[in-house]
């Protein structure tokens, strides 16, 4: 025991002393948030932000013209008469673009009515950019093809009035708002994020350790577990600072930019999902962490490591490319699945966890398995600790992998 | 000027002979067509495809007529069935047989109200549909071309003034061409400088160095290296975009409406013009890290701060592509490290003055020679020396 806290506290140590954890733990959250502060201004219409009108002027055209070529336009209403001026025909409109009355014009061609297309013409192109300003011709077309039959025009322009009566008791949360997607999105990004940025700590840590050689003096005074044990739960112990470094930086740093950022009920996040989510890295960190240690031993150097190490990152990679499908459909079958798997859990059922309200035998069965294949693993890549893989410089295989994790070769 | 072109050949063939280059090459599309493959089963597993029923309380949908089209692309289209009776579509509701209930109400002419019964909120797209079946239905009596474009509405195509560009949407996806192009450049770049980093580890290590510096000149060595490192990672950029425009080709024949898919010249043009010599500098400067440092820990952080420049752009990409021609969009094709991610989109997107291509290639060729001299400076003292690391303040000193 007393081995093991040896190794803790010097690998804490170490790493809390270096330049480059401090450096990553203040750079990024910094970082992300001058980020968001800047496409945020940038992309809201808000007036005062001097900065963000200088960096990226909203496209102001104040005057469009039109060209009718189909004859349908009989009259242009007075709300929009001020932003589009009629021209006769091609020419005349382009004369005016050029001598500066109009920055855009549209054509409506002879064909319309057959295939429904309305050109827009801009001198700077702009196809993306140039749509949110768009006069809206559609409404003036309808009004003109309508003009007489004030209900039916009525009645076009909005077909749906709804009212929902919805069975279900549970809180609904908008399928349009972005929200709906983008919360737990956010959490299993995070979530993933966490734990890869420790489990690769304990990459590092060991390649380094073998390659200057130190593992084998190591393993004179102790064993590979207590070497192992030491290790985990010092870089677990960091992981999880970076963590509480990081969310609260984030939510300090958003509270002092002023934004409220009230959440409307459906969304609110239970605490429990804290508790949740504080198991689920621990476990799953556990589970990651050996699996890398298992590949640091195994691998002669840094450079290899980080590419045998992409092969054990697919099963934590899996939860995210299934996101939409835990998000929008948490309850069937494949998502329960994947929450419980103990490879995938961690990630997938804490996106389930942000999308909806899991049911507790699966929490704690999932956590069980969890639980279960983390104590596998670090039983069987501590027998890799051994000197034939830590003294040979044999490249880094999948076969190598498994022969050596069955105890053969 | 032979031996630089020695050096060259047995760089490049030292890496592209190894089975990992092969898979690594494959590995991307591979990967993209998974990841592809994957977002569809997904999306198609979470969507529910049963009828939506509803009930005509106003009397004037009693001879409704069904959609057009009875699907969208890949995924069919919720059909609408009618039911006699709130009952009916209730019980059918309860049996689950439909996922939900709008039900007209007696005023709609006037009001345009209608109600929906369902478990939970319902896919947008449905709304949508349901919206054209009404106005369809009660356009019956009119003319077809009437009604048909009365209920889909005008589709606005943005033409440019001068030249002879279009985005409608046939090839509303033409934007996503220099996106994919500048991610892979990024992949490109980072097997490349990888590489190049570990471009002299191995004759330092195994002390061959002072023997081949008695054959070849420092000079020889780092150009034969770079080129060598760096036609690598043009190789698998070259392939992979080869292999991105056989799947647009294969994709425009299996879609016949993306057939209108024209690509710019001037975007190609830009492409090549701005990938060369991003690609020499960055290649130079990570032979430069990799003939300095003596931990490869160390090299990969100095590294990471020429290569996270390049995809910064990506993060902005939203106020890149909304206002192509502000400062902050031609302050990132300017400056060198972000520029050929940002040139070639705003090439698709806007008419690029050419004062500004032209000053970006000056600027890129300017800190690709000079990349190049420090390069060279840091091999002329780096080379023989071992374990001490070369500071930066040594390059620039006098030799």
């Known amino acids: 025991m007393k081995k093991t806290l040896l190794v803790l506290k010097h690998e804490m140590l170490t790493i809390l002393r270096s330049k480059s954890f401090i450096l990553t733990l203040i750079l990024i959250p910094l970082v992300s948030f001058i980020v968001i502060l800047v496409v945020g201004a940038l992309q809201e219409n808000n007036q005062g932000q001097e900065i963000a009108e200088w960096i990226a002027p909203r496209d102001k055209v104040e005057t469009h013209g039109l060209v009718d070529e189909s004859g349908m336009i009989q009259a242009i209403p007075e709300e929009m008469s001020t932003r589009l001026l009629q021209f006769a025909d091609r020419s005349a409109v382009e004369v005016a673009l050029e001598t500066g009355k109009i920055e855009a014009y549209f054509v409506i061609p002879n064909d319309y009515m057959q295939n429904g297309l309305v050109y827009y013409y801009r001198p700077d192109f702009n196809p993306i950019g140039g749509m949110e300003q768009t006069v809206n011709i559609d409404e003036l077309i309808q009004i003109n093809i309508l003009s007489d039959q004030t209900e039916l025009l009525a009645r076009i322009r909005n077909p749906l009035l709804l009212e929902s009566l919805l069975l279900s008791e549970e809180p609904q949360r908008d399928p349009e708002s972005g929200l709906t997607f983008l919360l737990p999105y956010g959490v299993t990004m995070l979530f993933y994020l966490f734990i890869l940025g420790s489990a690769s700590l304990m990459l590092n840590s060991i390649t380094n350790e073998k390659q200057n050689r130190v593992m084998e003096m190591l393993l004179t005074s102790m064993t590979p577990i207590q070497l192992m044990t030491g290790k985990i739960v010092a870089l677990g112990l960091i992981g999880l600072l970076q963590t509480v470094v990081w969310t609260l930086a984030g939510y300090f740093l958003l509270r002092l930019s002023g934004r409220t950022f009230a959440l409307p009920e459906a969304f609110l996040l239970p605490a429990s999902i804290i508790v949740w989510g504080v198991v689920f890295f621990i476990l799953g960190y556990a589970i990651y962490a050996s699996l890398m240690a298992g590949i640091g031993a195994l691998v002669p150097n840094l450079r290899e490591a980080s590419q045998a190490s992409f092969l054990v990152i697919i099963p934590l990679i899996i939860p995210l490319m299934f996101v939409s499908l835990l998000i929008e459909q948490p309850h069937s079958i494949s998502s329960i699945f994947l929450s419980l798997f103990p490879l995938t859990a961690p990630v997938a059922m804490m996106t389930r966890l942000a999308a909806t309200q899991v049911p507790l035998w699966q929490l704690f069965l999932a956590a069980a398995l969890q639980g279960l294949s983390a104590v596998l693993i670090i039983r069987s890549v501590a027998g890799l600790f051994h000197a034939k893989n830590l003294l040979s410089g044999q490249t880094f295989t999948l076969k190598v992998f498994f022969q050596a994790i069955s105890g053969r070769s | ?399």
């Open chain 2, 1 to 399: 000027m032979k031996k630089f072109w020695l050096v060259c050949k047995h760089e490049y063939l030292r890496h592209v002979l190894r089975k990992r280059f092969i898979m690594a090459l494959l590995s991307v599309p591979l990967t993209m067509a998974v990841i592809i493959g994957v977002g569809v089963l997904a999306a198609f597993v979470s969507m529910d495809f049963r009828p939506i029923g509803f009930v005509d309380q106003s009397g004037l949908f009693s001879n409704p007529q069904p959609l057009p089209r009875t699907s969208r692309g890949w995924f069919p289209i919720v059909a609408q069935s009618q039911f006699a009776s709130e009952e009916s579509a209730r019980q059918a509701l309860a049996d689950k047989e439909i996922q939900g209930i709008f039900i007209i109400a007696p005023d709609y002419w006037e009001t345009g109200k209608v109600t929906l019964v369902a478990e939970t909120l319902l896919d947008s797209s449905i709304y949508r549909d349901f919206e054209e079946f009404l106005i369809l239905n009660f356009l019956a009596s009119k003319p077809e071309t009437i009604r048909e474009r009365l209920a889909s509405g005008a589709e606005i195509v943005v033409r440019s003034t001068g030249t002879e560009r279009q985005l409608d949407s046939s090839n509303f996806f033409t934007f996503l061409v220099p996106i994919s192009s500048g991610l892979l450049f990024m992949l490109a770049i980072n097997t490349s400088g990888g590489y190049l980093l570990q471009a002299v580890v191995e004759e330092k290590e195994n002390r061959t160095m002072e023997i081949v510096l008695t054959s070849v000149s420092t000079n020889q060595l780092m150009i034969g290296k770079i080129i060598g490192n760096l036609s690598v990672g043009l190789s698998q950029l070259g392939i992979w975009l080869l292999a991105t425009i056989v799947g647009v080709i294969f994709a425009i024949r299996a879609f016949p409406e993306f057939s209108n898919f024209r690509l710019d010249p001037t975007f190609l043009w830009v492409l090549l013009v701005t990938f060369l010599p991003a690609f020499v500098m960055v290649s130079a400067l990570m032979a430069m890290v990799g003939a300095t440092t003596t931990e490869s820990r160390e090299a990969q952080q100095i590294s990471a701060l020429f290569t996270i420049p390049i995809g910064v752009p990506f993060w902005f990409m939203g106020v890149i592509m909304t206002n192509p021609n502000g400062p902050l969009a031609i302050g990132f094709s300017l400056f060198p490290l972000t520029a050929p991610v940002t040139l070639p989109l705003r090439a698709i997107l806007t008419n690029l003055p050419f004062w500004q291509i032209g000053l970006s290639v000056a600027l890129l060729t300017l800190f690709a020679a000079g990349a190049l001299w420090l390069a060279s400076r840091a091999f002329q003292l780096g080379l023989l020396r071992y374990g001490k690391k070369l500071s930066l303040r040594e390059l620039f000193q006098k030799a």
